[in-house]
């Protein structure tokens, strides 16, 4: 058996900078990746595709046959003229609709680990346009590296980051994309276009400046984020705000100490809410 992993996606900031005429927002969002991840599995035992799910989120996943890992490996035999079989094994570690970007980094690591077990070996490049038809994040995720992402959030350009220890926050409860935008589509005007170089650094000076558009609308639509929000204020971390349209949060820090300290403390204050901690890839 053959194994990747799929990591945790964060927003360092988000803005919505327009519309297109389908209805879908236009972003500018800096994509990073945690250490915390699900995983992913695959032997070829010549049977017909299929997934088996394990974890503490899997009974929270739509039905294996819909999931975007099944796509993921059809999308990916479509492109390359393989044939689809083997099994994979999803262990999903990963809070579900939380903001972490789960499902698109899982058919991300569903793309390059069966990229190696059919022998395609296509570059990422290459793997890209396949992501692409499977979500707007799936290839930020395929790279796991920091990027600026602009169109939808799949326009990229890829960004140098600190390795800061990176806490994650998850109330337990899930909350719509769709719904977060509507809201802010109700509530919300679009942030100015801002220019970034090519090749940037990430820094303390840029994320202070910027800000994730969709947190007031998820905070009116679910309580908790406030609330999750407020307790990693309370830690001292270098920045904390809420990843994509909620309602994970998270907190950045100096050093592991001050990162676990916080975890401690948001743990025993909330034991009902899910904790992780890790470094930016």
């Known amino acids: 058996m053959i ?67 099944i796509r993921a490996a059809h999308a990916l035999a479509e492109a390359t003229g393989q044939a689809v079989r083997g099994r994979l094994m999803l262990e999903k570690l990963l809070p579900v609709a939380a903001g972490l970007g789960g499902g698109s980094a899982d058919a991300a690591a569903c793309l390059r680990l069966l990229n190696r077990a059919w022998g395609i070996d296509w570059p990422l490049d290459r793997l890209e346009p396949v992501a692409s038809v499977l979500g707007a994040d799936v290839p930020a995720c395929l790279y796991n590296r920091a990027a600026l992402g602009e169109g939808i959030g799949d326009l990229l350009r890829p960004w140098a980051c600190p390795r800061w220890h990176t806490l994650l926050v998850n109330p337990g409860r899930a909350l719509l994309t769709a719904e977060v935008f509507a809201c802010y589509q109700s509530n919300g005007t679009y942030t100015k276009v801002q220019d970034y170089d090519l090749q940037q650094q990430v820094s303390l000076d ?76």
């Open 206 to 281: 840029i994320l202070s400046c910027t800000g994730n558009d969709l947190q007031d609308p998820a905070c009116a639509k679910l309580d908790a984020v406030r609330d999750i929000l407020e307790e990693l204020g309370r830690g001292d971390p270098l920045l904390y705000r809420m990843s994509g349209s909620g309602p994970s949060c998270f907190a950045l820090y100096e050093d592991e100490q001050s990162c676990m300290k916080a975890k401690q403390e948001i743990r025993t204050n909330n034991p009902d809410w899910w904790v992780a901690h890790g470094k930016l890839l």
């Open 3 to 69: 194994q990747e992993n799929a990591y945790a996606k964060i927003n360092l900031f988000l803005h919505c900078v327009g519309r297109r005429s389908d209805g879908y927002h236009l972003l500018q969002t800096l994509f990073a990746f945690v250490s915390v991840c699900d995983r992913i599995g695959y032997k070829d035992d010549g049977a017909s595709l299929s997934l088996e799910i394990s974890g503490p989120f899997a009974n929270k996943l739509e039905a294996a046959g819909d999931n975007l890992v």
